[in-house]
C-alpha cells in the first residue's frame, strides 16, 4: 500500500514571492505521481503530473514538480505567486500497472497569498 | 456532458436517515470513483468502478455505505442511517480508465447530518 505525506498543512507567502509544496510518498512498487488544486468551493483540477521520463514536469499557471526518487518526494514549486494562487493543493500517488487506478491523496496544504 | 455533475450540491439530513447522493460522469469514462473529503483529512477513497468489472469497495467506512453504477454510467452513492460522523463532502471523479489522464472531479455533494 502507497502513503502520501504532506509535510506542510499551511503555507503563508506574499504575492510575488517564490513557493515550495512539500510532497514525500511511500510505496513499495513504482508509481505515478500527481498534483491538483482545489479552489474554494470548487472539486479538484488536476495541476500536473509524472508518469515516467523527465524528473521535471511543467504544469498549468506557471507550477512545475520534481520527481526525486532516491528522496521519494514529489515537491511541487514556482517562481512567483499570484493573490489568485491562494487554494488548497494535494499531492496523490498511484501504483503503476495493474489494473486500479485508484489515487491515494495527501491531506493537503493550504497556500495562502498575501498582497 | 462537458463535466462531472453532482447532485445535489447541498445535502442536510436528520441522523438516523438515509440520503442518496447522484454522480453523472464524463460520457466515454470507463472509471468512475468516490471520496470523502472531510476538514482537514484530506481525500479519503471510498469505492471504485472499471467498466463491467467488479467494484473496489474497500474504502468504505461502513455496511452503512453503499454505492452502485447502473450502464456504465450513472452512480449513486447511498448512505443509510446517517451519522453526525459522515458529514462530510462527497467527491466524484471519473476518466478514461488509465493513470495518463489524471481524474476529472465533479464539485461535490456536501452533506451535513444533524
Redesign the interface.
Known sequence: AQSVTQLD?QVPVFEEAPVELRCNYSSSVSV?L?W?VQYP??????LL?Y?SGSTLVKGINGFEAEFNKSQTSFHLRKPSVHISDTAEY?CAV?E?GG??????????TLLTVNP | GAGVSQSPSNKVTEKGKDVELRCDPISGHTALYWYRQSLGQGLEFLIYFQGNSAPDKSGLPSDRFSAERTGGSVSTLTIQRTQQEDSAVYLCASSLGGQYYGYTFGSGTRLTVV
Do not use: A, R
Open positions: 498543512s505515478y500527481f491538483y468551493n470548487q472539486g479538484l483540477q488536476l503530473k508518469l494535494f498511484s503503476t489494473s486500479n487506478y485508484k489515487l491515494t491523496f495527501g491531506k493537503g
